[in-house]
């Protein structure tokens, strides 16, 4: 088994900072990409930012230069550092990861449980 675990969310005024992190484990073998998707209530859910194994990422345009995702290997574990914050970014953020578990040696798509995160002042 595989599992995401998903922090940071919260309440920020416009403008401010929050900073999500999320942390694979279980029974890994390898892990190809891990990146950020968030849902606003009545639309889909969207790619905010990924980062794939030699640490190349990609961004949406509408957080491109706000938001920072990195990753620590070591750890398992990628953050997303969310700067500059609008009432629009108001969301659950989900995290997701591509991985090899040790168990199938097939690589899947897994899932966080989601965090909140609220823009408002």
């Known amino acids: 088994q595989v599992h995401l675990v998903e922090s940071g969310g919260g309440l920020a005024q416009p403008g401010g900072s929050l900073r999500l992190s999320c942390a694979a484990s279980?029974?890994?073998?390898?892990?190809?990409?891990m990146g950020w998707y968030r849902q606003a209530p009545g639309k889909q859910r969207e790619l905010v930012a990924i980062?794939?194994?030699?640490?190349?990422?990609n961004y949406a345009d509408s957080v491109k230069g706000r938001f920072t995702i990195s990753r620590d290997n070591a750890k398992n574990a990628v953050y997303l550092q969310m700067n500059s914050l609008k009432p629009e970014d108001t969301a659950v953020y989900y995290c997701d990861a591509r991985i090899m578990s040790r168990v199938t040696m097939t690589y899947s798509d897994y899932w966080g449980q989601g965090t909140q995160v609220t823009v408002s002042s």
């Open positions: 279980g029974s890994i073998f390898n892990i190809n990409s």
């Open positions: 980062i794939i194994g030699g640490g190349s990422t």
